[in-house]
């Protein structure tokens, strides 16, 4: 029996809300607890950005068991004397759910693994292997400072920053969560401690400008930055305060500004990019997969 | 062969144009040649030679313009585009098929220039007919072919472009010396060349050395395979001063002849029409004209200039100053006599209302005849001193003597000039139809818009599009040159195989005249620098950029190389 076409497109999947943990406490590291700023700082060189991207491109079925066809790439830009360069991204096809490479015309689907049941599960599978993906091109970026787009995860030996665009966790008591608000741009919080999965990390909230200013919600703009405990976290929220506001995009151009930082808009495109026309890819599924 | 890029695959790619990706260190330019190779099971491999004719970088990965400035300062990857757009000239073999997207482009040289540039077809069963043109971008020569040039399957020269930058007079002459003395003519010590001067003394100094000659044209003039020489064999001739008979000229003392027609000669050669050449050239009047001017040969039948012997002016009727022979003949001596005989002749004795001589007036209204004696005494003013009775004739002759006749029309009236050109061309012409000159004769013309008015008529303008039309067959060639090709009668500048642009206005660059060139070629001919060319002749579909050196010969007094040796002195002195 041989693998099928079942669908191009992912039936709806619900949006799931990460189940944050709650946080299991509060552990402020910096007093009093007021907003903060800081003196311009030379940015570090060389500076990564990391990045990953995953497409879901089709569904297939041999029997009554399912795979899931995707495209996940992750690459890096490197700020290096005064350029922004792009190092060679990744790009993998794979099959969450195959047990062997499945061929589709000039593409070749890599089986990864899936764990549990269900379409959620191997949706759950393809964002692991972005994350593997991801890890493995961190792995080759050595010296100077990684930035990566979401919690940190990943282990590195230099310095790590991770930043995190949309707040599903409370980390803050209601009384301190007040002082958010009243970040202006350009403005952090002071530093405090989180735990997750037995990982130590110092965190903070940023506030990034939002032109043109006026009246915003009060998260727009907002970004929460975590670092491990052990690096030198103090020195990388002072940083902060110089690269992020600069790196902020504008909403004229990225419907995510200004979170999503422009390096990283210019990577997610590349990426997208090198992952192919999604149309070219659906009709040669349909032409080599689909039928009978 | 040196890998350039290749052909994009986001561009569609013709058989007759397609996009290049430039890669990495590699430099395309504008006008650079190309060579890619194609292949299809069916047909084999194809080779296609095109030119660039577009050249674009732009930084990919922006969405914005205003991103340019976040890659500017480091903020967002971009990555820079290098493409070119290729013009085919030539497929090998001829395949119309698309190139694919891919496919390595190579800059062509050598042999696969020639090849492109359709060089290997530039010859006949005597040899080659490679006329050295000018030089590429690249250095390499670029050729005209001989063959649509001395009227074998082409002929005439059509010059454009504004003046002030040194291309029209200088290329053609560049031109002329490359058909008298590149040896690709093979029976050029036969040929004539009759250049009119327009404007100032310019080419007065053909035969003289230029002492701003750099080592850098010299090289240029080596690579050409010519030699950087003045012409060698040239006349030059200037109308005489109003009074006398020195030739008018300032700059230019020695070796200038002095030309004029006499009386008899004006006749014989039925040079009347050519002072009417202005727009006023009325049905009734042109009637006339003709009919005078035969009248005027039979007059002059069998007499022996310079002065024009007439019979038949009664006694009493003689104006002063002018009186009877021996024989009963009246002796005309000027111009000036002439109208009056003629207007004798046309509206009878001074005194009274008396009638002009039936044979003469050709039943025209009295209101023509007037209008004519009118025009005719305006224009004793402006050739008085071209036409007159007092000394034999020596009008020039392009086709005897010297190789290169160089005739001044500068100091002269608009009519004078009209006269001059018309009856030279008329009389060359002539001549040629006859058979009487075996070689090639070329005539170089400046402001042909003058002489041949897209909306007017004239005598003038009928010799040239005579010539144009028919010339080539009789080895008349024009080499003509303007201002503005759209003020041309089409049918002089559409006879003209090879087309020459200089730099042009940027309004008349538009006009359907100049359509020949690619639009990015009619964008260059705004910007064309001194001593660079657009060239177009029919055996290439694309036009050729080239540069031509400077002249090797003066072109204004300061730049003649003085001869102070003691050899040049003593001649000059006894």
Redesign the interface.
């Known amino acids: 029996m041989a693998w099928r076409l079942y669908a191009l497109e992912l039936p709806q999947a619900q949006e799931l809300m990460p189940e944050g943990p709650e946080p299991e406490g509060f552990w402020p590291l910096e007093e009093p607890w007021e907003p903060r700023t800081g003196e311009a700082l030379p940015w570090p060189e060389p500076l990564y950005f990391l990045d990953g991207k995953e497409r879901a491109e089709g569904l297939v079925a041999e029997g009554r068991r399912l795979a899931l066809l995707g495209c996940v790439a992750a690459g890096a830009v490197v700020y290096e004397e005064g350029r922004m360069r792009l190092l060679s991204p990744v790009v993998r096809r794979v099959g969450v759910g195959l047990s062997e490479p499945l061929p589709a015309g000039e593409l070749l689907y890599a089986p990864f693994p899936v764990e549990g049941e269900g379409i959620y599960a191997l949706q759950e599978g393809l964002r692991r292997a972005r994350a593997t993906l991801e890890a493995e091109v961190a792995k080759e970026l050595s010296g100077g400072l990684l930035v990566v787009d979401g919690p940190v995860r990943l282990k590195r030996e230099g310095p790590l920053v991770g930043y995190v665009k949309t707040h599903w966790a409370r980390y803050l008591p209601p009384e301190k969560e007040a002082l958010l608000a009243r970040l202006a741009p350009g403005e952090r919080s002071p530093l405090f401690r989180i735990r997750r999965k037995g990982q130590e990390l110092a965190s903070w909230y940023l506030r990034l400008p939002l032109p043109p200013e006026g009246v915003r919600p009060p998260e727009a703009g907002l970004l929460r930055l975590e670092t491990p405990m052990e690096g030198p976290y103090e020195a990388l929220a002072a940083l902060s305060l110089s690269l992020f506001p600069a790196l902020a995009s504008h909403p004229v151009k990225d419907s995510r500004a200004p979170q999503n930082l422009t390096p990283v808009g210019g990577l997610e495109r590349e990426l997208g990019r090198r992952m192919g026309s999604r149309e070219v890819v659906a009709r040669l599924l349909a032409r080599h997969l689909g039928g009978g | 062969m040196e890998r350039i890029g290749v052909v994009l695959g986001s561009r569609e790619a013709t058989p007759l144009a397609f996009w290049v990706g430039v890669e990495g260190e590699g430099l395309l330019r504008l006008d650079d040649l190309v060579v890619v190779e194609g292949f299809h099971p069916k047909v084999g491999k194809v080779r296609y030679f095109g030119m660039v004719d577009h050249v674009a970088k732009v930084h990919e ?1 922006e ?2 313009d ?2 340019t400035f ?2 500017v ?7 820079l585009a290098y493409v070119a757009h290729v013009s085919v000239t030539r497929i090998l073999p001829e395949e119309f098929f698309p190139p694919d997207p891919g496919s390595p482009v190579y800059l062509a040289e050598g042999e696969d220039l020639e090849l492109a540039l359709y060089y290997e077809a530039m010859k006949n069963q005597r040899g080659s007919t490679k006329l050295p043109a000018g030089l590429l971008k690249n250095g390499e020569v670029a050729y005209l072919n001989l063959e649509f040039l001395n009227g074998v399957k082409g002929g005439h020269v059509n010059i454009s472009g504004i003046s002030g930058v040194a291309a029209k007079t200088s290329y053609a002459t560049f031109l002329l010396k490359s058909l008298l003395e590149s040896g690709v003519l093979k029976d050029a010590h036969q040929a004539k060349v009759l250049l009119f001067n327009v404007k100032g003394e310019d080419l007065f100094f053909l035969d003289k050395p230029n002492a701003r000659l750099t080592e850098e044209a010299r090289q240029a003039y080596q690579a050409l395979g010519l030699p950087a020489t003045p012409f060698q064999s040239v006349a030059f001739l200037a109308p005489p001063k109003k009074d006398g008979y020195v030739p008018d000229v300032e700059t230019r003392l020695e070796g200038v002849r002095a030309y004029h027609y006499d009386l008899v000669q004006f006749c014989q050669r039925g040079l009347l029409p050519f002072l009417f050449a202005d727009r006023g050239f009325m049905t009734n009047l042109g009637f006339l004209v003709q009919h005078l001017t035969e009248k005027l040969r039979r007059l002059a039948e069998g007499q022996k200039g310079p002065h024009l012997l007439v019979e038949d002016w009664a006694k009493e009727e003689l104006p002063e100053g002018i009186t009877f022979d021996a024989l009963g003949k009246v002796r005309l001596k000027s111009f000036a006599e002439l109208v009056r005989y003629l207007e004798y002749k046309l509206l009878g004795p001074e005194t009274g209302e008396g009638e002009g001589d039936r044979s003469w007036t050709a039943r025209q209204a009295r209101g023509t005849l007037e209008a004519f004696i009118r025009r005719l005494r305006a224009s004793v003013e402006n050739v008085a001193h071209l036409i007159r009775g007092d000394r034999p004739g020596n009008p020039p002759d392009p086709l005897q003597g010297e190789q290169v006749h160089v005739v001044d029309l500068a100091k002269l009236s608009p009519q004078a000039q009209m006269f001059v050109v018309g009856s030279l061309l008329k009389d060359v012409f002539e001549r040629k139809e006859r058979g009487q000159y075996r070689g090639r004769v070329f005539i170089v013309l400046d402001e042909l818009n003058k002489y041949a008015p897209r909306d007017e008529e004239g005598p003038i303008k009928d010799v040239l599009l005579d010539i144009a039309e028919r010339g080539r067959s009789l080895g008349v060639i024009l080499i003509g040159a303007e201002q503005t090709a759209s003020e041309v009668e089409r049918r002089v500048v559409a006879n003209a195989a090879i087309r020459v642009v200089g730099r042009l206005d940027a309004a008349e660059a538009e006009r359907p005249e100049y359509r020949f060139l690619p639009t990015s070629f009619r964008q260059r001919a705004l910007i064309l620098p001194q001593g660079a060319v657009i060239l177009q002749q029919p055996e290439i579909p694309v036009p050729l950029l080239v540069r031509f050196p400077f002249p090797a010969w003066a072109t204004k007094r300061e730049e003649v190389l003085e001869d102070n040796s003691a050899e040049a002195l003593r001649r000059e002195l006894f």
């Open positions: 990965g969405t914005y205003t991103d976040l890659a300062q480091g903020q967002i990857p971009v990555s």
